[in-house]
C-alpha cells in the first residue's frame, strides 16, 4: 500500500491530527504604538511571530530591535498601501522609480482596488525589491514574506510574489485553496489565483500552509474575547495562519486607526497569560515561519 506523503503539521514535528498555529503579528513597524505591542507579545506571549512593513515611519525603530534579537521569528509585510487618511508613507524604491504607485497626494494608494488600477506591474516588482532589500540590509534576519492589505494576490501582482520567494527562497503565506478556509477568509472569488500560485510553489519546494484565519480587528468593544473563542472553535487540524495586528493602547494608536480598541485588545491578550491560557486549554499548539524557512532549505 502506497504511503501517503506527510503533512505540514508532521513535517513541523507535530501530529497529523493536530491543531497548529502560526500566531502572526502584522503591521509591525506602521507606527511606535506597533512596535511596542508586537514585539512585547514576541517576547513574552503566545505569538510566534510578524512582518514588518517596510516604507512605514517606524520601520528603523522595528529594524533595530529585531536585529537586536536574532531569535525574533520576522518577516516582510509587502507593503503596496498607505490606508490612513491623515498617517501615510510613500514607496521606499522613490517616487521617481515608481510613478503609477503613487496616489494624488504622493503616498501608495490608500485601496486595494486603487493600487490594482494604477499600478504598473514592472514597478510594483520594482517597490517590492527595494522593500526586501531594505529589509536585509537593515540586517533583519528575514523569514517570510506576506502582504500588506493582500494586494500582491492581484494578478500580475502575485506572480511577482511567487518570483521573488522564489529568488530570495524564502517561504510566503501561501494556502492550500480548500473552500470553506477560503470562505471564512473572505477569499472564494481568488480560489483560481491562490491555486495557481501553491502548485507553483509546491513544485518549487515550498512548504504550503493548511488554512487562514484572518479575522482580526472585527469585533465590537468588550467583545475580543469571544471573537477569539469563535476562532478557535473553527480552527481546523492543521498548520493555519492565525493573523493578530496587536499594538500598545495610546492617544498615537487611537489618532491612527479607528479599530485601536481590537488592537490593544489583541496586544493584551496575546501578549500575556490569557492567550497562552485560552490555546492550551483548547489544545491548539503553536509554531513560526521561521520553521517553514528551515524546510525550504534543508
Not at 536585509?136 to 500580475?156: E, K, Q, R, W
Amino acid at each position: 500500500m502506497r504511503r501517503m506523503a506527510p503533512t505540514l503539521a508532521e513535517r513541523l514535528g507535530f501530529s497529523a491530527s493536530d491543531r497548529v498555529a502560526v500566531v502572526h503579528a502584522d503591521d509591525i513597524g506602521m507606527c511606535h504604538a506597533a512596535n511596542e505591542g508586537a514585539f512585547e507579545a514576541l517576547g513574552g506571549g503566545l505569538v510566534t511571530c510578524g512582518s514588518i512593513m517596510v516604507p512605514c515611519p517606524w520601520f528603523r525603530e522595528a529594524a533595530d530591535r529585531a536585529r537586536s534579537d536574532p531569535r525574533l521569528d520576522l518577516g516582510i509585510h509587502l507593503t503596496l498601501n498607505s490606508e490612513w487618511p491623515h498617517y501615510r508613507w510613500g514607496p521606499v524604491a522613490g517616487r521617481a522609480r515608481v510613478p503609477s504607485l503613487l496616489d494624488d497626494q504622493g503616498f501608495l494608494p490608500r485601496t486595494t482596488v486603487d493600487t490594482v488600477k494604477r499600478a504598473r506591474p514592472e514597478e510594483v516588482e520594482i517597490e517590492l525589491r527595494a522593500q526586501i532589500d531594505m529589509a536585509l540590509a537593515a540586517g533583519i534576519d528575514v523569514t517570510h514574506f506576506d502582504s500588506h492589505m493582500g494586494t500582491v494576490f492581484f494578478p500580475p501582482f502575485v506572480d511577482i510574489y511567487v518570483k521573488l520567494a522564489r529568488e530570495y527562497r524564502i517561504p510566503v503565506f501561501a494556502v492550500r485553496p480548500e473552500k470553506q478556509a477560503l470562505e471564512r477568509a473572505g477569499l472564494t472569488a481568488a480560489e483560481p489565483i491562490l491555486r495557481r500560485v501553491a502548485e507553483t510553489l509546491e513544485a518549487a519546494g515550498f512548504p504550503l500552509l493548511d488554512a487562514v484565519d484572518a479575522d482580526s480587528l472585527g469585533f465590537a468593544p468588550g467583545d475580543g474575547e469571544a471573537h477569539t473563542q469563535r476562532r478557535l472553535e473553527r480552527l481546523g487540524r492543521g498548520v493555519s495562519y492565525w493573523i493578530i495586528h496587536p499594538a500598545k493602547d495610546g492617544e498615537e494608536l487611537r489618532a491612527i486607526s479607528p479599530d485601536a480598541h481590537a488592537r490593544a485588545f489583541e496586544h493584551g491578550f496575546y501578549g500575556g497569560v490569557a492567550g497562552r491560557t485560552t490555546f492550551a486549554r483548547a489544545g491548539v499548539k503553536t509554531v513560526g515561519m521561521r520553521a517553514l524557512r528551515q524546510l525550504l532549505r534543508s
